[in-house]
């Protein structure tokens, strides 16, 4: 079983910047695409971004040109960096594995002026 653990959510302004960790216990990310999903209150849990092993990333169309997600294999680390946020964004986000029904415990990401 691996853990994945989520930080670097809070609240920012609109149009500010936050940068998302996801940390596993072991090393997976060489062999394992990852993703970042939100669920926002009364919605329903969404992709956001995924980074497959060989590192061809994917973006829901409502964050490309704003969100990066990118990966540290030898940190077992992942990242999902946001800028221009908006209202819009406000959501609970969690790191997931795949292949391996793997979630994190998410993090807060509350975009308000």
């Known amino acids: 079983q691996v853990r994945l653990v989520e930080s670097g959510g809070g609240l920012v302004q609109p149009g500010g910047s936050l940068r998302l960790s996801c940390v596993a216990s072991r090393s997976i990310f060489r062999l394992n695409t990852m993703s970042w999903y939100r669920q926002a209150p009364g919605k329903q849990r969404e992709l956001v971004a995924s980074?497959?092993?060989?590192?061809?990333?994917n973006y829901a169309d409502s964050v490309k040109g704003r969100f990066t997600i990118s990966r540290d294999n030898a940190e077992n680390t992942m990242y999902l960096q946001m800028n221009n946020l908006k209202f819009e964004d406000t959501a609970v986000y969690y790191c997931?594995?795949?292949?391996?029904?793997?979630w994190g415990q998410g993090t807060q990401v509350t975009v308000s002026s």
């Open positions: 980074i497959t092993v060989d590192g061809r990333t």
């Open positions: 997931y594995a795949p292949l391996l029904n793997a």
